[in-house]
């Protein structure tokens, strides 16, 4: 009797089993075609501004947001320098570099000038960016960092044509990493986490949602408290979305004519309390 019904609760475990297998299954497929169709999928603004503090075309009213009690009107000067159609930036070559990449592969204006006041304002010691292209934001950072006497940029990119902007007077505060066709993440992992701890990090290279999750996730663990994650193109993917939903950061969008900027802060590190008195001993 015994036997018999060990044997019929063994029988009535089998179906219960692959019941839980068939359904553990629909779960991981559901996700996994949830996921998928994520990827392909691109926030609007509206999806942008419900998950930052504070969206804006004015690159400005975000710093000072982050530098509440910095003067940035001695700055407006600087940053008029940086744009083509200003005199004040014309390169100091007899003739224009060779630039590789189209135009559009720039950063936006307003976009550049955050980047140049967040550098300014910062004052950091180590800087790093993905992607480059002709260099029109890795030379603004650099004009910023030439101006705060202090500070280098290393800038990642998959091609070594890049930096065309980039006037030989800055390029001893530049070092530039060029990916190999293997391993790229892996290397750009390494690269990273070699640089810290970053006082900034900016990611103008691949805008897919994995890579760009992944740049966020390596560049945010390699940033000193209070350092600043910066991303163009935030609307491309719903990377930086679901990164600062799920990150301890404090988030902000600077909306262009063509694309979104992210800036991320992460929290300052917590002040360690007074240290304890030494115990008697018993």
Not at 12 to 27: H, K, N, Q, T, W
Not at 48 to 66: E, F, K, T, W, Y
Not at 187 to 194: F, I, P, Y
């Amino acid at each position: 009797m015994t036997g018999a019904t060990g044997g019929l609760r063994a029988t009535e475990r089998r179906p219960a089993l692959g019941s839980m297998l068939r359904m553990d299954f629909r779960i991981y497929l559901r996700h996994s075609l949830e996921l998928l169709f994520r990827l392909q999928l691109q926030p609007s603004l509206d999806s942008i501004a419900s998950h930052v503090s504070l969206q804006s075309v004015d690159g400005n009213s975000l710093l000072r947001r982050v530098f509440p009690d910095r003067d940035m009107d001695p700055l407006e000067k600087e940053v008029a320098a940086l744009h083509p159609e200003s005199p004040a930036s014309a390169l100091p070559e007899s003739s224009p570099p060779h630039l590789a990449y189209p135009a559009a592969a720039g950063m936006e204006d307003n976009h550049l000038d955050l980047i140049y006041k967040a550098v300014r304002l910062t004052r950091p010691a180590r800087v790093v960016e993905t992607g480059v292209a002709n260099g029109r934001s890795s030379r603004a950072i650099l004009r910023a960092l030439l101006a705060n006497g202090t500070g280098r940029l290393t800038s990642m990119d998959v091609a070594s044509d890049v930096g065309g902007l980039i006037e030989p007077a800055l390029r001893d505060r530049w070092d530039l990493v060029v990916l190999p066709r293997s391993r790229r993440r892996a290397v750009t992992r390494q690269c990273l986490l070699s640089q810290a701890p970053l006082d900034i990090f900016i990611h103008d290279s691949d805008h897919s949602y994995g890579w760009q999750s992944m740049e966020y996730r390596c560049a945010y663990s390699a940033l000193r408290p209070g350092g600043l994650l910066i991303s163009d193109d935030i609307d491309a993917s719903f990377a930086f979305v679901d990164f600062v939903t799920q990150a301890p950061a404090l988030a902000f969008a600077c909306v262009g004519s063509r694309k979104v900027m992210g800036v991320a802060v992460k929290p300052p590190a917590i002040a360690a309390g007074p240290p304890r008195p030494p115990q008697s001993p018993q």
